[in-house]
């Protein structure tokens, strides 16, 4: 029966990201260091910095951006579908009663 659904549940974002080398106790002292640099220099222009920062990389980064164009793509064609289908259903049910619906009116002649 899942060749007749219409709507794709969305999946996990997968990564395949293998670091070749890792060690946290030299991360951890490099990521302290520069969060006192950071605080060392402080100012208005190290915050102005920072927030520059944070928008240029963005939330997700490039990966966010062609996901969320994905989904939208999925959600315009799944509109475009559905429209579809009602203005044929609705183009079926004019077809069929709407002769009836204008002799009950009294706006038509009768059929011959």
Do not use: C
């Amino acid at each position: 029966m899942g060749f007749l659904r219409l709507f794709k549940p969305p999946s996990h974002q997968r990564f395949n990201y293998k670091p070749r080398y890792w060690d946290p106790k030299k991360e951890e002292a490099e990521e302290r260091r520069k969060r006192i640099e950071t605080l060392q220099s402080g100012g208005v222009e190290a915050m102005k910095a920072r927030l520059s920062g944070g928008f240029r990389k963005g939330a997700g980064g490039e990966a966010a951006g062609t996901y969320r164009n994905r989904r939208v793509r999925q959600s315009n064609r799944n509109l475009f579908l559905v429209l579809i289908v009602l203005a044929a259903l609705t183009y079926f049910a004019l077809m069929v009663y709407f002769p009836d619906l204008s002799i009950m009116m009294g706006t038509s002649e009768t059929p011959e």
